[in-house]
C-alpha cells in the first residue's frame, strides 16, 4: 500500500508526434521507445542496441588494465601445460567464476585445481587457501570475485612460487594486491569505459580472448557456451543490466532456455517442478540465485561448484536435492533472524541508518538479514553476526535511497578492523566493543549523504488500460528485457473496478478487475487483507476511507506479466501496490 509517497512518471510526459518519428526511423513501436527514453537510452543507433543486445557490441576488452598481463600468463600456463589453480569467493558470482575459468581451461587440456571459500574461514582468499595450492603443484594461481584486498595471502602464494591473476570487481584500496595481474574495472589504471561487470563477466572475456589468441589451429572450445553463468552471475550480483551487461545477459538468457546445462537443469526441477512460465531474470534472480547461494551463506560453497560442473543430469540431480536442502536451512534461518532484528530496533524516529547485532547469528545470513532490513525500514541497514570468542562481529550492509554504503563505511575506517565493497552493498568486520560507537558514526555518515527527508516518488511509465494489456502487448515489453538494476521493468498506474477478490494462503489478494469492457486476473501479493491508502499521498479523507470489496473502484501500481498453466497462456497483473479511490479517473495509455 502507498502511504504518503507521491508517484512520478519516470522520464517525464514525451511528445507524441516525436515518439511516432522516432519510433519510425529505429523500426520500433511507439511503447518501446518510451519505455527505452525513460530509461537513459537516448540516441537512434542506442536505441536499437538496447531493444536488439548483439554479442558484436562489445567492446574490446584490452583497455582494461591487467588485461593483457593476464591473457600472457594464460598463454604461458597453456604453452608450458603446468597446473593451474582457481579460487572463488562463497557466492553465486565466485562460483560461477570458478566454473568458467576452470571449466575453459580444463577443456584446453590443462589440469586444474579448483576451490571455493568456506564462510567458517572468513572472506577472501586466506593463506591456507594459497598453500593448499602450491601443496597441490599449481604454478599460476586465478582467484574470482575476489583478492584485491587479499594482500596476506597472495603475498604467501607469491613466496611459494605460484604466479597470480586476481580478477575482481570490488573496490580497490590503496594498498595493491602483490599479484603478477589485477583485473578490476575500478582500479584507477583501467580505461575500460564500462566499470559494472561482475567478476564472471571479466572471466568471459578473459576466455574468449585465450581463444583468440591461440588460433583456430589449436581448436579451442568457444565461449559462448559460458554466457549461461555470466548471465546468472551478472543478475544475482545485481550488476547493472545495461551496455555490456545487458548483451551479456540477453545472450545468456536465450541459451539458459534453449540448453541449459545440467546442474542448472535438475535445480531448476529440484525448486520449480512443473513450472512453465518462462525462463528469464525473474527466475534467474529469486529461483536460481537464492539456491546457488545457500552452501556459501552456511559454510562452504563446495556443493554450488559441484553441482554447476556436473556433466550429466543424473550426476546433477542428488547434487540439486542437496542444494535444494541447504536453501531451505537458510531460508528458515534468514526468517527468524530478521524478525529477531526488527524486533531490537529503537523506537521511531529512526536514524538515518540502523546497525543489528547478535550472538546467534549465522555469519552467511547478515547479508540477506541486513537487505530485509533495508527495505522494511527503508533505509541502509547494518546486519552483523557476532563471534564471542574472538570478539569480533562480521557482517554485511545494504544501501537504500541511493546512498553509498562503501563510502560511508569509509568515513568510519577508524571503528574498523576490515571492510570492502560497493556502492550498494559491503561487508565490515569491528570489534564487539566498538559496536555502540560503529552504530551512531554509520548514522550520520549516511545521513550526511541523504540530507533531505523527504520520501522517494515512487516511478512508474503512465496510466495503461487494461484493455492494452493483450499477449502480444505483454510479449512485446518482455522483448525489451532484460530488466533489472539499472534498467527497471515497466510499472504502469491502472485504474479499474473490482469484480471479485479472494484471499490466497492468508497473504495475498487475488483479483478479477474490470476496465472498459475488459477483465484480467491481478494478484497483490502480500497485501491480504488490504487496507485503503492515499493515491498521490494526500487524498481526500473520504477516499482514504473507502472499503475495499467487490464493486470499489481502485487505483494500482502494477506489471504486466505472462502466465502459463498446462500449456495455456495468459496475462495477468501483478500489483505491488494498490488503494481505493473514487470511480472518477483520467485517460489511460
Known amino acids: 500500500m502507498i502511504a504518503a509517497v507521491p508517484l512520478r512518471e519516470r522520464g517525464g510526459e514525451r511528445d507524441p508526434s516525436q515518439l511516432q518519428q522516432t519510433a519510425a526511423r529505429v523500426g520500433l513501436g511507439p511503447m518501446a521507445v518510451r519505455l527505452l527514453q525513460a530509461r537513459g537510452i537516448a540516441s537512434d543507433e542506442a536505441l536499437r542496441r538496447a531493444a536488439a543486445p548483439r554479442l558484436a557490441d562489445l567492446r574490446a576488452p584490452e583497455r582494461m588494465a591487467g588485461f593483457p598481463a593476464a591473457l600472457d600468463l594464460l598463454l604461458w600456463a597453456h604453452r608450458a601445460r603446468v597446473p593451474v589453480g582457481v579460487f572463488g569467493d562463497y557466492d553465486v558470482d565466485g562460483v560461477t567464476t570458478a566454473t568458467i575459468l576452470a571449466g575453459y581451461l580444463e577443456a584446453l587440456g590443462l589440469r586444474v585445481v579448483v576451490r571455493v571459500a568456506h564462510r567458517e574461514h572468513g572472506y577472501g582468499l586466506s593463506v591456507a587457501d594459497a598453500e593448499a595450492f602450491a601443496t597441490a603443484g599449481a604454478k599460476l594461481l586465478l582467484t574470482g570475485d575476489t583478492g584485491t584486498s587479499d594482500v596476506e595471502a597472495l603475498a604467501h602464494a607469491r613466496a611459494r612460487g605460484l604466479r597470480a591473476v586476481v580478477i575482481d570487481h570490488h573496490q580497490v584500496p590503496e594498498q595493491m594486491p602483490p599479484a603478477d595481474a589485477l583485473i578490476n574495472p575500478h582500479q584507477r589504471a583501467c580505461e575500460f569505459p564500462f566499470k559494472g561487470l561482475c567478476s564472471a563477466g571479466v572471466a568471459f572475456y578473459l576466455c574468449a580472448a585465450l581463444r583468440t589468441r591461440l588460433g583456430a589451429a589449436a581448436r579451442p572450445p568457444d565461449p559462448r557456451g559460458l554466457l549461461d553463468l555470466v548471465a546468472v552471475a551478472t543478475i544475482c550480483d545485481m550488476m547493472p543490466l545495461v551496455e555490456e551487461n545487458r548483451v551479456l545477459v540477453a545472450r545468456g538468457l536465450a541459451l539458459l532456455r534453449v540448453a541449459p546445462r545440467p546442474g542448472l537443469r535438475a535445480l531448476l526441477e529440484r525448486a520449480s517442478p512443473g513450472n512453465e512460465s518462462p525462463l528469464d531474470e525473474q527466475t534467474v534472480g529469486f529461483t536460481i540465485g537464492p539456491r546457488l547461494n545457500a552452501p556459501g551463506r552456511l559454510g562452504s560453497a563446495e556443493p554450488s561448484l559441484r553441482l554447476l560442473r556436473a556433466r550429466t543430469l543424473a550426476e546433477a540431480q542428488p547434487l540439486a536435492e542437496q542444494v535444494e536442502g541447504m536453501n531451505q536451512q537458510r531460508k528458515a534461518l534468514s526468517e527468524q533472524a530478521v524478525t529477531q532484528a526488527l524486533a531490537t530496533l529503537p523506537p521511531a524516529p529512526l536514524p538515518a541508518a540502523v546497525c543489528v547485532a547478535d550472538v546467534a547469528w549465522a555469519p552467511g545470513i547478515v547479508g ?39 563510502a560511508a563505511l569509509s568515513s568510519c575506517a577508524p571503528l574498523l578492523e576490515r571492510f570492502g565493497g560497493h556502492r550498494e552493498a559491503a561487508g565490515l568486520t569491528v570489534a564487539v566493543d566498538r559496536l555502540d560507537a560503529l552504530r551512531d558514526a554509520f548514522a550520520t555518515a549516511c545521513a550526511a549523504q541523504a540530507p533531505s527527508s523527504e520520501p522517494d516518488a515512487v516511478l512508474h511509465d503512465g496510466r495503461l488500460r487494461l484493455s492494452r494489456l493483450d499477449l502480444a502487448f505483454v510479449e512485446g515489453l518482455a522483448g525489451l528485457g532484460p530488466y533489472g538494476v539499472g534498467f527497471p521493468a515497466p510499472r ?71 502466465d502459463v498453466f498446462r500449456g495455456q497462456r495468459r496475462v495477468r497483473v501483478v500489483i505491488e501496490q494498490l488503494w481505493c479511490c473514487d470511480a472518477a479517473g483520467g485517460d489511460g495509455l
Open 492 to 562: 504502469f498506474l491502472g485504474r479499474a473496478r473490482v469484480l471479485s477478490m479472494r484471499v490466497l494462503k492468508q497473504r495475498h489478494l487475488a483479483l478479477r478487475l474490470g476496465d472498459d469492457g475488459a477483465e484480467i486476473d491481478a494478484i497483490a501479493f502480500g497485501q491480504a487483507p488490504p487496507t485503503a491508502s492515499a493515491g498521490d499521498g494526500s487524498p481526500p479523507a473520504a477516499a482514504a476511507a473507502a472499503p475495499l470489496a467487490p464493486g470499489a473502484t481502485i487505483e494500482f501500481l502494477f506489471a504486466p506479466s505472462l
Open 368 to 406: 540477506l538479514v541486513a537487505g530485509a532490513l533495508a527495505e522494511r525500514v527503508r533505509r541502509p541497514a547494518i546486519a552483523l553476526a557476532i563471534d564471542a570468542a574472538r570478539g569480533v562481529a562480521r557482517g554485511s550492509v545494504r544501501s537504500f535511497g541511493g546512498v553509498d554504503v562503501r
